[in-house]
Structure formats: structure tokens, C-alpha cells
């Protein structure tokens, strides 16, 4: 019987995509995707430490697998990700979970199949975390699960070190792939007949820094719109400080890359953006969409905001929710700051009680909910493109997101996973649009 392999995969789009390659190594090693647990003959966390919530969550999931371990003495249990990475967090899950058998890293995924053999050969688990970033390994090929979108790493790790963040403790410095790699890899998706890539790193606007042979992002999104075929081209993160011109002027030449920027600004307050490490300005990032906007009239914005970071006033928060109306992002992740040790803002003075958390963040969840609805409202009436991406077994209808990432549902007596259709939005209902196929 073939082995059947089971992943459960926390955080990030970064996150989900590594599991897509976990996946693929698992596959070459004979293993079939199970959707039941209880099925498995591995299980895997792909975890993160990103947030408190996150982890807590990862150690309640593995816990509970404790039965089935005693019931099935055979059974692989493998955990990986960021926050086997985090300094002391393996003698941790070791002492709460005895049960584990496999631990690597977010860094040494790549070797799971020699680790797994490992453990087969072997009583002892096995714990193998690579300390310090490695070469970038190519040449794996992913098991993905999302056509027609398909997800490219461009770099690892990050170099910033954001004040509240733990990615380049436990991710490591920024690494590129060289621009060939790239390139060869997005050819053959489109040939293969994905029709949305996106383009991933922590900070996609500092692509090539560490290359040192003149390459840099605006060239790099350029090469890879250029690439025959109809497909859609998204690219996430980019930092604002490191956000330029030229990728403006390369947005603009091709009709392939989405007119819409994840630009994360986190605060609306200079003060705060400075604790945070960020780099640049409220005044600054004004100046970033003004210009965005003035060279692509019709680009979205869409952004990430951290509320209750240490020593934030009611000032500063009214700041954030300034500026959220101001810039009117199409949309927002919305998150209360999360102390993880080992971060500067975990040593702060002035850590926000999490009344004052709760507060800040139920009243900007509102006023970005709000500003989203009213977006939605404007589609009414007007036909947009939709990539069809799925089909909704609970609501018998289609869905499929437009070039600025909002999500359209429509009902179609064929299957229209993988094509893009027009849609007469004749609904909206928060974030998502409902309409009619015009063709
Ligand atoms: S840019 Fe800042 S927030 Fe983003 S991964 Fe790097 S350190 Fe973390």
C-alpha cells in the first residue's frame, strides 16, 4: 500500500508555498497526499513563530496527536518550520511532545528525505537544525495545490530586522536566486498553464542586493513580464523604504503585473515607525502612494498594520486610523503587536495591556471593513476580469479573484478553474463581489 503523508502548514504564503515543496520531496520519496490524520503515515507541522497565536496553536495540534501516536507506534511525527528555528524552542517541544521523531528547520527543509531515512534506520529521534543560513538549494519540485496560481521564491531570509519581528533571527540573512533560476522556473509554470505567479520574499524590493552582478527587482519583474504567454503577475512584500521609481515604470510597460502594491506600513505614527525600525516616514510613504497613484491612476494598495506596540499612545493610534483614511487601502491585515523574545520591541518599556490592544484593534478592524465595503459598492454595475481559481461546494458557485485581489463569485454550468472570465458585478457583500458571466 502506497505511504500517505499528511501537512499541516501555519503563517505566511512563504509558509504555505515551503510546504509546497515539503510536499514534492514526500512525493519523490513514493509518499500520496491524505487529507485524514488518522490515515497518515507522517504527519509534518510546517510551523511559525511570527505571532504568539501561531505557535500556541502548533503546540495544541501537536499535542493532540499524542493518541494516535500510541495507537500507531509506526507513525512519523515530523515538526519543521520557523519556531523549530526559534534559540531553545526544540529542547522545549522535546520535553512536552516526547512523541516527535523528526525536527529540522525552516533552514534544512530541503534535507527532509535524508532525515526521514534517518529515523527509519534509527530508534533515537532525530533533531537536526541548521544554525546559520546555507547555499539556496534549487532544483526541488514543488507539489502544488493551487492552480492556476503558483508562487516563486525570488529571496530568503531578510536583513531589515524590524524591531518586533523574529523572521531574520530565525530565517537569516537575505539570500537571492539568481535571475536565471527565476526566469526558467516561471517559464515553465506558464507553460505548464498557471495563469497568476507570484513573485515572494520577505522584501521583494532588495532582490539582488546580495548578487553583486547589477541585478535588481524593477529588471528582474521586468524579464519576467516579458515572458510569452496570458498570465498575471503579482509580487508581495515590498518594503516601503526600499520601494522605487523604476518598479513603478516597469508596473506601468507591462499589462501583465497587477496594479496593486502590498505595501506594509504597520504605523501612522513617525515615533512608532521609528521604534519599529521601519526606515522611512508616514510623510515618506504618503509621498510612495502619491506617486504610485499619479504614474497608475488606477492602482490599489493594500497593507499590513501591528496596533498596541510598546509605548503606542491614543494619539499614535488615532495617527494609524489618519492614515488608513488617507491613503484608502483596498484592504489590510490587521494584527495586535505580538512580544516574541529575542526582538528589541520584546525589551521595551511600555509593553500595551491588552484591554487597550483589544480596544485598538476592534475599532481599526471597523474603519477597514468600513472603507472596504464602500469599495466594493463602487464595482457595482461595472464588468471585471476574475481568474477563476475554485469552486465553493457550500455556495454552488465560482470564485475568482480581479487584478487588485478582490474576490468575485458566479454560478456556471461549466467548470472554469484556470480561465479568466468576465464578470457583471451585480452584488457586494463586504470583501467579495457576486455578478454574472458576460461571456
Ligand atoms: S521586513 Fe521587517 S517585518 Fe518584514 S520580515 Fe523583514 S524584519 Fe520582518
Redesign the pocket.
Known sequence: MQKKYHIVTYGCQMNVHESEKIAGILHKMGYEETAEKENADIILFNTCC?RENAENHAFGNIGALKKLKKANPNLLIAVGGCMTQEKGKTDVLKKKFPFIDIMFGALNFEELERLIIKKQAQKKKVIEIREKEGEIVEGLKPFRTSYPNAWVNITYG?????S?????YV?GRERSRKMANIIAEVESLVAEGYKEITLLG??VNSYGNDLNDGSNFATLLDKVASIEGKFRLRFM?S?PKDFTEEVVSVMKKHDKICKCVHL?V?AGSNRILSLM??RYTREKYLEEVAFLRKALPQAEITTDIIVGFPTETEEDYLQTEDLVKTVGFASAFTFVYSKRQGTKAAEMEGQIDEATQKDRIMRLVALVNSLTREKSQKYIGKTVEILCEDYDEKKGLYLGRDEFGRMGYFSSKENKIGEFVNLKILSANGISLHGELTD
Open positions: 511570527i531578510c536583513n531589515n530586522f524590524c518586533y519581528c523574529i523572521v531574520p530565517r520577505q522584501n512584500t518594503h506594509p504597520q525600525n521601519r
